[in-house]
Antibody, heavy 120, light 110 residues
Framework: QLQLQESGPGLVKPSETLSLTCTVS??????????WGWIRQPPGKGLEWIGN???????DYNPSLKSRVSISIDTSKNEFSLRLSSVTAADTAVYYC????????????WGRGSLLTVSS | QSVLTQPPSVSAAPGQKVTISCSGS????????VSWYQQLPGTAPKLLIY???ERPSGIPARFSGSRSGTSATLGITGLQTGDEADYYC???????????FGGGTKLIVL
């Protein structure tokens, strides 16, 4: 089955841009079966949807984050990435990448998560 | 404040049955598929129920889902201590053109 692994810097300074990558194995980001998504979870809080990308590059973003977020896909590396600009302490969270099955509308496979801390 | 509303916590004894509600609106639950996720302590969420009431391979029949109007319900029978986790509902919201999660419900098995 599909496996996803997040990678990122762990620590980002306020006002900088957060970048995370999700590497996909046992499957292809070029598949037309799935969308590829990002979800985050602040410490001790619930899940927050960030956005999805389809292999053709079409995206959907959380309206509350849309002005700061960008999701891209690199089929040559079989990975997709998240960029979140102008970060603050409120962006400190565990960031998960996941596969979104559009036809049935659910997140099927999840990565283990990557903790991103925003601090000077 | 989440678009989908769940109770913060529910509790029941081992072997008993529990239900977790998820209340939404005409733009999400009423017209789109609902899914449920189980998050055990310190782990990533796991798909538990999709398309209102379907179970992925490997999920026991003790877990069930249903939808009625603008609400959905997750049911768990034969509770086990290993079921202690946070449970989240989710659905696409056609008005927001985005995915929404419930705030999560902590299941306590007494």
């Amino acid at each position: 089955q599909l496996q996803l692994q997040e990678s990122g810097p762990g620590l980002v300074k306020p006002s900088e841009t957060l970048s995370l990558t999700c590497t996909v194995s046992s499957g292809s980001v070029s598949s037309d079966t799935y969308y590829w998504g990002w979800i985050r979870q602040p410490p001790g809080k619930g899940l927050e949807w960030i956005g999805n990308i389809y292999y053709r590059g079409t995206t959907d973003y959380n309206p509350s984050l849309k002005s700061r977020v960008s999701i891209s896909i690199d089929t040559s590396k079989n990975e997709f990435s998240l960029r979140l600009s102008s970060v603050t302490a409120a962006d400190t969270a565990v960031y998960y990448c996941a596969t979104y099955y559009g036809s049935g509308s659910f997140y099927q496979y999840w990565g283990r998560g990557s903790l991103l801390t925003v601090s000077s | 404040q989440s678009v989908l509303t769940q109770p913060p916590s529910v509790s029941a004894a081992p072997g008993q049955k529990v239900t977790i509600s998820c209340s939404g609106s005409s733009s999400n639950i009423a017209q789109n598929f609902v899914s449920w996720y189980q998050q055990l302590p310190g782990t990533a969420p796991k798909l538990l129920i999709y398309e209102h009431n379907e179970r992925p391979s490997g999920i026991p029949a003790r877990f069930s889902g249903s939808r009625s109007g603008t609400s959905a319900t997750l049911g768990i029978t034969g509770l086990q201590t290993g079921d202690e986790a946070d449970y989240y509902c989710g659905a696409w919201d056609s008005s927001l053109s985005g995915w929404v999660f419930g705030g999560g419900t902590k299941l306590i098995v007494l």
